[in-house]
């Protein structure tokens, strides 16, 4: 990653923080959709899921009136 970011190991260390940190903000935003299916949304969790380090899960609410 040192050599990714072009600095030394504090500032890699922060600005991967701060990437982690923007890029789930915008996997919420992005799955959050209304206009995406519940199908949908699990392939792009899958997709973007990194087994053991970064889990995403989807879950369905549904509400029946009467």
Same mark, same amino acid.
């Given at each position: 990653?040192?050599?990714?970011?072009?600095?030394?190991?504090?500032?890699?260390?922060?600005?991967?923080?701060?990437?982690?940190?923007?890029?789930?903000?915008?996997?919420?935003?992005?799955?959050?959709? =209304?206009? $995406? %299916? @519940?199908?949908?949304?699990? #392939? &792009?969790? =899958?997709? $973007? %899921? @990194?087994?053991?380090?970064? #889990? &995403?899960?989807?879950?369905?609410?549904?509400?029946?009136?009467?």
């Amino acid at each position: 990653m040192k050599r990714f970011w072009d600095c030394n190991k504090t500032t890699t260390l922060v600005q991967s923080a701060e990437f982690s940190r923007r890029i789930d903000d915008r996997i919420r935003e992005v799955l959050n959709r =209304e206009d $995406l %299916t @519940v199908r949908q949304k699990r #392939e &792009i969790a =899958e997709t $973007l %899921t @990194v087994p053991g380090t970064y #889990e &995403i899960e989807i879950a369905q609410r549904l509400a029946v009136e009467k």
